[in-house]
Structures are given as C-alpha cells and as structure tokens.
C-alpha cells in the first residue's frame, strides 16, 4: 500500500507547456506515473509529448478520469489555480510553486478546508513520491525502491538525501510537505496515515527550525503513534532571528529552536538524529537489527 499516491493515480499537471512543466511532466512519465493530461487555458487541444492540454481541470478531470493535479504555476496565479482545482473536487492537488505570498496560501487552504474534497501538498515542496508506483511532483524516482518505511519531510534535498541512505530497505511513500509557514497536508496528517497504513511499519520524520510543527507534532505521536518513529531537526546552528532557506525556518528566542523540538521529539520516545546519517543509521537499526 501506499498513502494518496499509487499505481491508479492519474495525474493532471497545471501548467504542463511551460518549462519546468514540461521538463518534469517527462520525468514523472519517466518514472511509471501516470500522467493523462494538462491544463493550460490558453493552450487547450495541443499536446506534450501526446499528452493532451484541456483548457480547465474540470475538462480534464472530465475527459482522464485524473484523481491528482501537480501545480508549476507562477507565484501569482498559483492561488487561482488551486481554487480552479478546489472547485473541480480533484482529491489531491500537489503544489511545488516556491514564493507564494502567505496571504495567497491562507486563502486557498481555507478554501480547500471550506470544500472537504481536496487535500493540498506544499506550496514550496517538492511533492509526493510512492516509489515503483507513482510519483507527483520533483522528487527523483531513481534513489530508492519500494519498502516499508514512510518519509515526511519539510525539507527537499534532506528527503532525497533519506531516500537515498536507506534505498536498500526502501519506502512505501515520501512526501515532501514544504517550508512555508502555512502548508497544506502537516507532519500530523502524514503521521496518522502511516500509522493506519498496515504495509507502513516505521516513520522517519524530518523537521527543521521555526514554528511549532514539530512540537505539536511530538504530542500527536505521544497520543496516537504506535510505530517506531524517528526524527531529524534541520538547523542546530541556525543563529537566532535570521530566516534559514525556508520562509518558516526562522527562530525567536527560544521558540523553534532544533534543541527544543528534539527534546519534545525525545520525551515522547522519537529517536532524533544529529545529522541526516544519523538519523538513517537509527531506522536501519529498527527495521533490520543492525
């Protein structure tokens, strides 16, 4: 099994023609997802790579059959096409767009709760990936292979950098939630399907400095999590008030700081890692013994 993403997803992409639209739509393809069409208003009855272009998601959704969109839509018309998507009732909308005003992203999360069909991922991440299965957005589908372990992530390169350490055992899903301060699908609504995922048998789950994601999310473990879990906090260095890569990633006093979110992951028995390796090494010990 895997969560949201499997071999009968079929995925849409808002904004298929333009450059990294096309140039990622091939990888997916690439990879064995599959991608059954386009949506470009401008642009609808052309094709890339026969892949055909509608003209709204409805039309696409209408004429494919698709259950997922990935968005690579410019920052200021990434709110639009959310709600486009939002009123087309597609399950999963997959946004990698990175620069999003925050207002923008309060809107349409607000409007995807309002609606209660579509579960948003990111925007400003790099998607979500059930390796030799599917994969929806930028993550490279060539690192790992398909296992029992599940990934969620604020970071990109640190969830390909996971992948890749622990390819030999292998991930029943990835997903890559982003860094902005409000995102759509939370460490928390990742850790609860893996938990309810009976082919998901251990988490890997990797923060970074700034809000309170991970702390809320050591609570929800305490509460509901029966399966191993374990943790890395990007950010041990991060000195204080400056933002670090991500819009979200910056401390306040003593708020957000790695310290902290690895002592409320440790008080609830996550193992945390203090450095990415590390933090590999400690779930290769729980799924093999070594």
């Known amino acids: 099994m895997a969560i949201w993403l499997d071999e009968n997803s079929k995925i849409i992409v808002q904004g ?9 739509t091939r990888r997916m393809v690439a990879s064995g997802a599959q991608v ?14 026969g892949i055909p272009v509608f003209g709204t998601v409805a039309d696409a959704m209408a004429q494919t059959g698709a259950n997922v969109s990935v968005l690579f839509v410019p920052p200021r018309f990434t709110k639009d096409a959310v709600e486009e998507a939002v009123d087309a009732a597609i399950p999963l909308a997959v946004i990698i767009t990175e620069g999003v005003p925050v207002h923008d992203t309060a809107k349409f999360f607000q409007y995807a709760q309002n609606s209660g069909t579509t579960r948003l991922i990111g925007p400003n991440c790099p998607g979500i990936i059930s390796p030799g299965k599917s994969n929806a957005g930028i993550i490279p589908a060539d690192i790992t292979q398909a296992g029992r372990i ?5 970071s990109g390169t640190l969830t390909y950098q996971m992948m890749y350490e622990l390819r030999d055992i292998g991930f029943s899903t990835c997903v890559g939630i982003g860094g902005d ?22 988490i890997v789950m990797i923060g970074e400095i700034g809000g309170d994601a991970e702390e809320r999310a050591a609570a929800f473990i305490a509460d509901n999590v029966t399966k191993p879990v374990v943790g890395y906090v990007a950010g041990f260095t991060a000195p204080e008030g400056k933002t670090m890569g991500h819009a979200g990633a910056i401390v306040s006093g003593s708020a957000g700081t790695a310290a902290a979110k690895q002592e409320a992951l ?3 028995g996550v193992k945390v890692g203090k450095t990415p390796s590390a933090t590999a090494a400690l779930m290769r010990e729980i799924m093999t013994g070594a």
């Open 266 to 268: 440790e008080a609830v």
């Open 36 to 49: 059954v069409g386009g949506v470009n208003a401008k642009k609808a009855g052309e094709d890339v790579d």
């Open 16 to 24: 298929m023609t333009g450059s990294e639209g096309t140039k990622h």
């Open 181 to 202: 301060p409000i995102i759509g699908t939370t460490h928390i609504d990742c850790l609860a399907a893996f938990q309810d995922d009976p082919e998901t048998d251990a």
């Open 150 to 154: 599940g990934l969620v992530s604020k």
